[in-house]
């Protein structure tokens, strides 16, 4: 059915949550050609309590399992039989999240290829409605008992891979499994096992091509399972095809979360310059418009001449690419909105607005400045920027999924100023944003991805820069 083998796996647990509840029992079945060549099965002694309504579930009491291995004392044996197996379980996600979490526990690494039955099932059986271990024992009368026993859910999985084979050809079979796995099919320039110790959490990636010269950078949420689709044969564009011909190593950074993978993206992209990523370049030259006095013309200025303090940023409309680009904005604007389009410049006489008839008359005298741009402000309003939230900087922080590091990331009046992993880092940073001044430059993308974060009401704290003490330096800004 597939030329790999397959660990078909169970488990029991104390509760829903990979990371804080625990296994109580384990079965491996262990399949190679098709055929079940062993099975595995143990109690696990998971050193905490089992709710009752487990108890229930399961029947796995605590008088069971007190005298049971604890899960340190059999780490090796259930390595040694899932290591180079497709991991396959039904609702795999789940199984898969308890075993990686008791192998983090004891220091150990751990990562496979993992099918899930419920996404086969509902792949090669798309009419019908249910796909749960239930469903498929009433529905192909596999012939089991225990359930919720690992074992017994173990081998009601196997019976129903020997459906699937009895319903569709081999073939069939191993493309849609190789589809579901994503199976990469790996540049043969790259070195065998390139991928094998890339992480399973967010971050960043650098692939290498000759002269160790960087020619892409990505982010994901799960750096493996991203880098791996670059690869995967029914996923690849055209950019995909040409990195597979170029690369030659890939390098990554592990991340707490996705803000921090978001943030470092953006500045490795405008600091290497990787060959093959169009977005995210430098954007020099960046311009705002700003209208401060109604009774005063337009001023569109650099990004480098604005201040982005709470008080100026309020009278700020944009980022624009250029000024070439903010002043044809607002060309656009006065046309659509039927301005005059010599408010902006040191004209005299009838604008060409005006003589379409699409002109108010501030150019001919009919309309004063104020009332022409009283008008403008609406029409700006899509490009209005941001006004800074706090007088001050603020915190964004983020914990590991699995690891529980946790990242600090600093933001001072838009402009990214640093992200602490630890104490140390944090104290460094808020060292330099008091005796510094900010010399940070404007960065587009940062203030997209900030602004999107602040808009979707994620939680911040508010530094203060000049007291040293850790405890002290952040308080809820509400």
């Known amino acids: 059915m597939f030329p790999i083998p397959f660990a078909i796996i169970d488990t029991e647990t104390t509760g829903m949550t990979a990371t804080a509840d625990r296994v109580t029992e384990i079965a491996i079945l262990t399949v190679v050609d098709g055929k079940v060549v062993d099975e595995w099965a143990t109690l696990i002694n998971p050193e905490c309590a089992i709710p009752v309504e487990i108890q229930w579930l399961t029947g796995i009491n605590p008088d069971m399992v007190r005298d049971a291995p604890k899960f340190r004392e059999v780490a090796t044996e259930v390595h040694r039989r899932l290591n180079k197996h ?23 690494a751990f990562t496979a290829e993992v099918l899930c039955t419920v996404r086969l099932s509902r792949r090669l059986y798309p009419d019908e409605r249910s796909h749960s271990l239930d469903a498929l024992r009433d529905r192909y009368l596999l012939n089991y008992a225990d359930r919720h026993r690992a074992l017994g859910d173990a081998r009601a999985v196997q019976q129903f891979m020997e459906v699937v084979k009895r319903d569709y050809p081999a073939v069939e079979i191993a493309s849609a499994i190789k589809t579901l796995l994503k199976i990469p099919s790996l540049p ?4 065998p096992g390139a991928l094998d110790g890339l992480p399973e959490g967010p971050g960043v990636y650098t692939f290498y091509g000759v002269n160790d010269l960087p020619i892409y950078i990505g982010k994901g949420n799960n750096i493996r399972t991203r880098v791996r689709s670059h690869f995967s044969s029914d996923h690849r564009s055209a950019n995909d095809q040409r990195l597979s011909v170029e690369l030659m190593r890939i390098d990554y950074e592990e991340t707490a979360g996705e803000l921090g993978a978001l943030l470092r993206e953006a500045q490795l992209v405008k600091t290497l310059m990787p060959l093959r990523n169009h977005k995210l370049r430098r954007n020099q030259g960046l311009a705002f418009i700003r209208l401060i006095d109604l009774t005063k013309p337009v001023e569109i200025l650099k990004a480098t001449e604005v201040d982005f303090a709470q008080q100026s940023a309020s009278y700020l409309y944009g980022p624009f690419t250029t000024k070439a680009s903010a002043k044809a904005a607002i060309d656009a604007i006065a046309t659509e909105y039927g301005l005059c389009s010599h408010a902006t410049k040191k004209h005299v006489g009838p604008c060409f607005n005006y003589q379409l008839k699409k002109c108010k008359g501030y150019c001919v ?51 990214y100023r640093g992200t602490a992993k630890n104490d140390a880092e944090l104290a460094d940073l808020v060292a330099n944003m008091a005796t510094t001044k900010i010399d940070a430059e404007f960065d587009a993308d940062i203030y997209k991805i900030l602004a999107k974060r602040l808009r979707q009401g994620h939680a911040f704290g508010k530094t203060k820069c000049a007291v040293p003490v850790h405890e002290d330096l952040f308080e809820s800004a509400v």
């Open 188 to 191: 043969p320039q790259l070195l």
């Open 365 to 415: 005298g009919q309309e004063s400045l104020m009332q022409h741009n009283l008008r403008l402000l609406t029409a700006l309003a899509e490009h209005r920027f941001a006004a800074w939230p706090v007088d001050g900087a603020i915190t964004l922080h983020e914990t590991h999924p699995e690891h529980g590091w946790e990242h600090i990331h600093i933001f001072e009046n838009w402009l």
């Open 86 to 108: 497709v991991f396959v379980a039904h609702n795999a996600r789940f199984d898969y999240g308890f075993i990686k979490n008791e192998f983090r526990r004891v220091g150990m």
